[in-house]
């Protein structure tokens, strides 16, 4: 299903989620080679933009449950929004002067096509897959989506990857570009909306 453009929401990856995924029974710690990251086991406070602050987190937060339900539950009527890849990857959240988030992200390490990789979270993985990216309606037309695509770069490039995947609605395509990414892979339907792999090289985006 195709979300409206009126929502202003981003793309969903319902596919994703209906894929075999192999979770590794015990994860333990975090290993992450060559990472910047200052503690592997904590939320990681990452760049500021206006009065907005990101934070990063190794599992999946409640307040990022709230938000893609609000999002693609409530608003775009998608009912298998959580999958077992969200146990494979880092959580993004947005907040600005208060407690409360008001947009997120996940991304992980994968394959050229989104694929997770078999060994979780251990790497380092030079390309990262770039999903769920959700912004609360009221804060919408505010800039708040290229916000977050860019401290969701940020930490991936703070985690050693170099490049960042995604499967856009071809209603975002141009969005997207705007963003720096390129189509990189066939369109195709999912959920009976169409799509299109698009990637981005990440050398230049600053790790501190």
Do not use: N
């Not at 999946?60 to 539950?73: G, I, K, S, W």
């Not at 769920?132 to 703070?158: K, Q």
């Not at 299109?196 to 990440?202: F, I, N, R, S, T």
Request: hydrophobic fraction near 35%; charged fraction near 25%.
């Amino acid at each position: 299903m195709c979300a409206p453009s009126s929502v202003g929401a981003f793309p969903h990856q319902p596919s994703l989620g209906a894929r075999p995924v192999h979770c590794p029974p015990d994860r333990g710690p975090i290993r992450i080679s060559g990472s910047s990251w200052p503690d592997e086991r904590a939320p990681y406070e990452g760049r500021r933009e206006g009065s907005m602050r990101f934070t990063t987190y190794d599992h999946l937060p409640d307040q990022t449950r709230r938000v893609r339900e609000r999002v693609f539950v409530d608003e775009q009527g998608f009912h298998d929004e959580f999958d077992d890849i969200d146990q494979l990857s880092w959580h993004l959240l947005a907040f600005a002067g208060t407690d409360e988030a008001i947009a997120a992200s996940r991304f992980f390490p994968s394959g050229p096509v989104g694929e997770p990789l078999s060994q979780g979270r251990t790497g380092p993985a030079g390309t990262y897959t770039i999903g769920r990216v959700a912004v609360e309606r009221a804060w919408r037309g505010h800039h708040v989506g290229a916000a977050v695509l860019r401290a969701t770069e940020e930490a991936i490039v703070r985690l050693g990857g170099h490049r960042a995947i995604l499967h856009a609605q071809e209603q975002a395509e141009g969005f997207y570009r705007k963003q720096g990414y390129e189509v990189c892979g066939e369109r195709g339907l999912d959920e009976g909306c169409p799509h299109v792999w698009m990637g981005k090289d990440l050398p230049a985006v600053a790790a501190g």
